[in-house]
C-alpha cells in the first residue's frame, strides 16, 4: 500500500519549535518532489514549503520564510519540516504529499499531489 504517514505535531507555546517528519511506505520518495501544506479552521490549504527530488531547489511561502526549513533524507524515505519561532497563526492541519514530475514553485502554488498524508495537528498557544 503506497501512503504518507506525517508525524511530529503537537502543542507548543510561541516561539517555540517542531520538526514534522513525512515517511513513505511503499514507495521511494526519490523520485518525488515534496510539499508541505497547511489548512486552518475555516481557511484554504496553503503551499508552506516544497523540496525537489535531490533537495537542491526549496520553495517557502513569504509567511514562513527564515523561520521553516525543509530537507530531506532519501536513504531514510524521508522529508522534514524544521519549523522555529512559531506564532499562533502557525496553528493547522499539517500535510505532506509527493509529486512525480513538477517545479517546486508549481507543486506549492498549484497545491499538487499524486499522494497525500492524512495530516498532523500543529497548534501554538500559551
Known amino acids: 500500500q503506497l501512503q504518507l504517514v506525517e508525524s511530529g505535531g503537537g502543542l507548543v507555546q510561541p516561539g517555540g519549535s517542531l520538526r514534522l517528519s513525512c515517511a513513505a511506505s511503499?514507495?521511494?520518495?526519490?523520485?518525488?518532489?515534496i510539499g508541505w501544506f497547511r489548512q486552518a479552521p475555516g481557511k484554504e490549504r496553503e503551499g508552506v514549503s516544497c523540496i525537489s527530488t535531490r533537495g537542491g531547489s526549496t520553495n517557502y511561502a513569504d509567511s514562513v520564510k527564515g523561520r521553516f526549513t525543509i530537507s530531506r533524507d532519501n536513504a531514510k524515505n524521508t522529508v522534514y519540516l524544521q519549523m522555529n519561532s512559531l506564532k499562533p497563526e502557525d496553528t493547522a492541519i499539517y500535510y505532506c504529499a509527493a509529486r512525480e514530475i513538477t517545479t517546486v514553485q508549481a507543486m506549492c502554488a498549484l497545491k499538487l499531489g499524486d499522494y497525500w498524508g492524512q495530516g498532523t495537528q500543529v497548534t501554538v498557544s500559551s
Open positions: 511503499g514507495f521511494s520518495l526519490r523520485y518525488y518532489t
